[in-house]
């Protein structure tokens, strides 16, 4: 079988989480009520929530999965449990 790199998997995840909430953070300031639909906000936000969701649980599983193969800790890891802490307490 071949070797994988959670850490490096969490950490390209907690990336795109970042990534995501820029974008939600800039969808949200440049919204206009006057000229904008609302609905279609709120739905486009709760895709990339969902989506946010979803890689926060794989992050997750591969901190663990790299715990428990006993993989080296660097930064990658580090960077990706103190995310994980603050998408946590956000």
């Given at each position: 079988?071949?070797?994988?790199?959670?850490?490096?998997?969490?950490?390209h995840?907690?990336?795109?989480?970042?990534?995501?909430?820029?974008?939600?953070?800039?969808l949200?300031?440049?919204?206009?009520?006057?000229?904008?639909d609302?609905?279609r906000?709120?739905?486009?936000?709760?895709?990339?929530?969902?989506?946010a969701s979803?890689?926060?649980?794989?992050?997750?599983?591969f901190?663990?999965?790299?715990?428990?193969?006993?993989?080296?800790?660097?930064y990658?890891?580090?960077i990706?449990?103190i995310?994980c802490l603050?998408?946590?307490?956000?």
């Amino acid at each position: 079988m071949r070797y994988i790199n959670y850490n490096k998997w969490a950490f390209h995840f907690i990336i795109w989480i970042l990534i995501i909430n820029i974008v939600v953070f800039f969808l949200i300031i440049n919204f206009n009520p006057l000229t904008q639909d609302e609905t279609r906000l709120i739905e486009v936000i709760g895709y990339f929530e969902l989506i946010a969701s979803v890689l926060f649980l794989a992050t997750i599983i591969f901190l663990i999965l790299s715990l428990i193969k006993k993989q080296k800790q660097n930064y990658q890891f580090w960077i990706a449990a103190i995310c994980c802490l603050g998408y946590i307490f956000q």
